[in-house]
């Protein structure tokens, strides 16, 4: 029940439009399990909302060694991307997803 309480309020605060508060789920939800993929690709995304591109990718690289899925690390990476202001890699990685990905990575990426 904590790890579903993590992910609703990590759903909650960016639409509350705290980014304080999602990095203090991010940051809680990685000490409580810092063997989620899931709780580290969070914490890449909101650094990446914070401006803060290299810690981003740190974290979305401990999230990659705890067990890869290829199109969410892409989604994330491209999300860092888009955060950061990288708009042509951003893109360039969804271009690789429609075209190269399996079947539901290529739904989900279009």
Same mark, same amino acid.
């Given at each position: 029940? !904590?790890?579903?309480?993590?992910?609703?309020?990590?759903?909650?605060?960016?639409?509350?439009?705290?980014?304080?508060?999602?990095?203090?789920?991010?940051?809680?939800?990685?000490?409580? @399990?810092?063997?989620?993929? @899931?709780?580290?690709?969070?914490? !890449?995304?909101?650094?990446? @909302?914070?401006?803060?591109?290299?810690?981003?990718?740190?974290?979305?690289?401990?999230?990659?060694?705890?067990?890869?899925?290829? #199109?969410?690390?892409?989604?994330?990476?491209?999300?860092?991307?888009? #955060?950061?202001?990288?708009?042509?890699?951003?893109? @360039?990685?969804?271009?690789?997803?429609?075209?190269?990905?399996?079947?539901?990575?290529?739904?989900?990426?279009?």
């Amino acid at each position: 029940m !904590a790890c579903e309480a993590l992910v609703a309020l990590s759903e909650s605060y960016p639409l509350a439009d705290s980014i304080a508060g999602s990095l203090r789920v991010a940051r809680l939800w990685t000490r409580l @399990q810092p063997g989620s993929a @899931q709780a580290w690709r969070y914490y !890449a995304n909101v650094l990446a @909302q914070r401006g803060w591109p290299d810690s981003s990718l740190a974290a979305l690289h401990v999230a990659d060694s705890l067990g890869s899925d290829g #199109f969410r690390s892409a989604h994330t990476l491209m999300a860092i991307h888009l #955060f950061t202001g990288a708009y042509s890699e951003a893109e @360039q990685i969804m271009r690789v997803e429609l075209q190269s990905g399996p079947p539901k990575t290529r739904m989900e990426a279009g």
